[in-house]
């Protein structure tokens, strides 16, 4: 098998800059990235049953189940990514049972590491509630930095609003699961050794490089 990108997961509570760092290093190794959100929210807009069922979860500040998360995601990555290609996993595992699924679905293909952006809560309950998104084409935005009319995309024209799963209560409530259920994923992927801490409070493009780091010291594009 030849050259191939680092199997890789991010972790980190609602509004780390998951998603943003996720694109970064998959353009970076040209590796698929997939995010959690992304796939749910693709389900939710087509009504399929899976993104029915989901949305009623997310619209609670709920998480979506276990089983529903992990067919969903093991379906996408598939077996090429899983084994010549590599990835970038982001929102994926949240729980225990999710991390143990994932280890069980790529066997022998194991992480090369799990990347903990470590955030205070304060900021990223502000970087959350703050946030606005065009419903057309998904453009993101905040009220520290909005568009150049505070109602309207500055990239397509459609309207700026803030989604229903982005209120203070509903931010808070997924911050209390994802200590719930999250935290022993992290002592999981510590325990097997393929876990590291990034600050992921720093600017954006300082988080990057750290990341970049990372991942190309703890992985070896000739490895299978």
Not at 38 to 45: G, M, N, Q, S
Not at 105 to 127: K, N, W, Y
Request: proline share 4%; with cysteine; net charge negative.
């Amino acid at each position: 098998m030849g050259e191939r990108g680092p199997r890789m997961v991010l972790l980190g509570k609602q509004g780390a800059g998951k998603g943003t760092q996720a694109v970064r290093i998959a353009e970076s190794f040209g590796v698929m990235r997939l995010g959690t959100g992304d796939l749910f929210r693709e389900e939710i807009a087509a009504q399929t049953p899976i993104g029915i069922e989901a949305d009623s979860y997310i619209n609670e500040g709920e998480l979506v189940p276990d089983e529903s998360v992990i067919d969903l995601v093991e379906s996408h990555i598939g077996l090429e990514n899983r084994q010549e290609k590599g990835f970038v996993l982001d929102g994926f595992p949240r729980t225990q049972t999710q991390a143990e699924a994932l280890d069980k679905f790529l066997g022998d293909f194991a992480l090369d590491l799990v990347v903990d952006l470590d955030v205070p809560t304060e900021i990223v309950l502000h970087r959350i509630a703050g946030r606005r998104v065009c419903q057309d084409c998904g453009a993101n935005f905040h009220v520290d930095n909005p568009p150049k009319n505070n109602s309207y995309c500055d990239l397509c024209g459609g309207e700026v609003v803030q989604r229903a799963d982005d209120t203070e209560d509903s931010v808070m409530r997924r911050l209390e699961l994802y200590e719930i259920e999250t935290l022993p994923v992290i002592q999981h992927y510590r325990r097997s050794g393929v876990l590291a801490r990034v600050d992921g409070s720093q600017e954006t493009d300082e988080v990057f490089s750290d990341l970049l780091a990372l991942a190309k010291s703890r992985f070896n594009p000739e490895d299978c």
